[in-house]
């Protein structure tokens, strides 16, 4: 079992930086993908960005530019920088991680709203 903590979530002001972490405990050694997801009011959960052990990163053509994702090994946690936020990214975004057995695991989300 992987359990997913995020942080760093809150309000922000238009224009501005925020930076999500998640920590991972647990079997983390089995984890070989982790990821951020995000789901905005009324709409379905989607794919931000993810990174893999071996540090491999992906992003959503929407973030593209704008996100950063990264992780410490040493630490456990994944990062999520996310630049010149605008309103179109108020969600919940959520740390995902997925295992060597495929089985996924899911942080308990954390809200990010940007203001104009």
């Known amino acids: 079992q992987v359990q997913l903590v995020e942080s760093g979530g809150g309000l922000v002001q238009g224009g501005r930086a925020l930076r999500l972490s998640c920590a991972a405990s647990?079997?983390?050694?089995?984890?070989?993908?982790m990821g951020w997801f995000r789901q905005a009011p009324g709409k379905q959960r989607e794919l931000v960005a993810t990174?893999?052990?071996?540090?491999?990163?992906n992003y959503a053509d929407s973030v593209k530019g704008r996100f950063t994702i990264s992780r410490d090994n040493a630490k456990n946690t994944v990062y999520l920088q996310m630049n010149s936020l605008n309103l179109e990214y108020t969600a919940v975004y959520y740390c995902?991680?997925?295992?060597?057995?495929?089985?996924?695991?899911w942080g308990q989300g954390t809200q990010v709203t940007v203001s104009s």
């Open positions: 995902h991680a997925l295992d060597s057995r495929l089985m996924s695991f």
């Open positions: 647990g079997s983390i050694g089995s984890i070989n993908v």
């Open positions: 990174i893999t052990k071996s540090g491999n990163t």
